[in-house]
Structure formats: structure tokens, C-alpha cells
T-cell receptor, first 111, second 114 residues
Framework: DAKTTQPNSMESNEEEPVHLPCNHS???????IHWYRQLPSQGPEYVIH???SNVNNRMASLAIAEDRKSSTLILHRATLRDAAVYYC????????????FGQGTELSVKP | NAGVTQTPKFQVLKTGQSMTLQCAQD?????MYWYRQDPGMGLRLIYY???????DKGEVPNGYNVSRLNKREFSLRLESAAPSQTSVYFC?????????????FGPGTRLTVL
């Protein structure tokens, strides 16, 4: 399983953009890049995913490097509710869809 | 839709006791998963079922068994609980086993083994 590397923690101010980095230098051509987040005392929830092109949805944007060895999750305006652990995960093609979680980045948001 | 439901929400066991954690989804998903999360750690995959009638081991299967009872239900059994199995257990499901699709998680079962 290809691995990802994320900072252990990051801080942000409310209503400012947040860029959460992820390195995945051993990514294979068929790995999808997924982001999930886990709010305190809850199960993880899906944020966004992509393969090669940048992606946007109502929650966030995902910027993928041209060589696919890194990606950045962008929260455009952080709110207090965005304080969570964010996981960057490589999801293998045709391997049962399983997710291999790393340690994630704990994001704190200051008012 | 209730999504993914898990029972019980909390459980305390003594070493050596057995129990079954129940999981059900009402989204007509093919694939279901069981994860555990220890304090301060990310989730680790115990077992998964890519489709009804199949099950496969994940990263940490020792001490657990699973049953994919039907398309909706996927149970996790601890035959002889050990303190090392104290953890929060999450069940999840998604519509396709291969790639790309979002995985939905249940609220978790908090298990303590004394």
C-alpha cells in the first residue's frame, strides 16, 4: 500500500483559507487520492477525492501536483466546525475499495 | 435513510467474554468494512466484504471474525475478548468496491475490555 505523509497538526484562524498538504511520492498510476475528516467523537466523513485533475466540491478543493506525488486540500474559509483530523488516503484501484488511514493532520481553528 | 447504523454504542466486557458488533446499511451498498481506532491513532482495517458472500482480511484481523449476513448487514465477532481489543469500532460501506466512491461511516461502538 502506498503511503502518505502529513503534518501532525496545523492551526488556522476562522474565515481564513487553509491549505493542508499531503505527500505521496510512491503513488501508483491507478491510486485515487481521497480526503476524509473526523470530527471529535464521530466517524470519519468523506471530503473529496481525485485522480489527476484538480477537483472542487461544496466542502473543499483538491489541488493535485502534476507528477501526482503531492496534493493539497484547500478549505476556502475555515469555520470552527472545520476543526477535525484530516486524513489523506490513497485508495487502490480494484482492491476492495479499502481505505488505509495514516495519522492525519489535526486542524485547530481559532476564532 | 438512516445510513450506516451500529449496535451497541457502548460495551464493557471482561477478558475472555465474547460478543458480536452489529452493522447495517440501508443504501444498497455492495461493500462493507470494519475498522478499529485506538486513542490518538488513525483507523485500521480489520475485515472487509467487497460484495455479498465475500470477506477478506484487512490490516489487523487477528482475534476477530466477520459474517456478511446479507447485503445490508455485516457483523464483527470477538470470540474471546482481550484488553488489547479495547478500542472504538467503526463500520463503513460504499457503493462500489473498486475505486473512487465515497465511504460512509457509522457512529462507532466504544468497547472496553477489562
Amino acid at each position: 500500500d502506498a503511503k502518505t505523509t502529513q503534518p501532525n497538526s496545523m492551526e488556522s484562524n476562522e474565515e481564513e483559507p487553509v491549505h493542508l498538504p499531503c505527500n505521496h511520492s510512491t503513488i501508483s498510476g491507478t491510486d485515487y487520492i481521497h480526503w476524509y475528516r473526523q470530527l471529535p467523537s464521530q466517524g470519519p466523513e468523506y471530503v473529496i477525492h481525485g485522480l489527476t485533475s484538480n477537483v472542487n466540491n461544496r466542502m473543499a478543493s483538491l489541488a493535485i501536483a502534476e507528477d501526482r506525488k503531492s496534493s493539497t486540500l484547500i478549505l476556502h474559509r475555515a469555520t470552527l466546525r472545520d476543526a477535525a483530523v484530516y486524513y489523506c488516503i490513497l485508495r487502490e484501484y480494484n482492491q476492495g475499495g479499502k481505505l488505509i488511514f495514516g495519522q492525519g493532520t489535526e486542524l485547530s481553528v481559532k476564532p | 435513510n438512516a445510513g450506516v447504523t451500529q449496535t451497541p454504542k457502548f460495551q464493557v466486557l471482561k477478558t475472555g467474554q465474547s460478543m458480536t458488533l452489529q452493522c447495517a446499511q440501508d443504501m444498497n451498498h455492495n461493500s462493507m468494512y470494519w475498522y478499529r481506532q485506538d486513542p490518538g491513532m488513525g483507523l485500521r482495517l480489520i475485515y472487509y466484504s467487497a460484495s455479498e458472500g465475500t470477506t477478506d482480511k484487512g490490516e489487523v484481523p487477528n482475534g476477530y471474525n466477520v459474517s456478511r449476513l446479507n447485503k445490508r448487514e455485516f457483523s464483527l465477532r470477538l470470540e474471546s475478548a482481550a484488553p488489547s481489543q479495547t478500542s472504538v469500532y467503526f463500520c463503513a460501506s460504499n457503493s462500489q468496491g473498486a475505486y473512487g466512491n465515497e465511504q460512509f461511516f457509522g457512529p462507532g461502538t466504544r468497547l472496553t475490555v477489562l
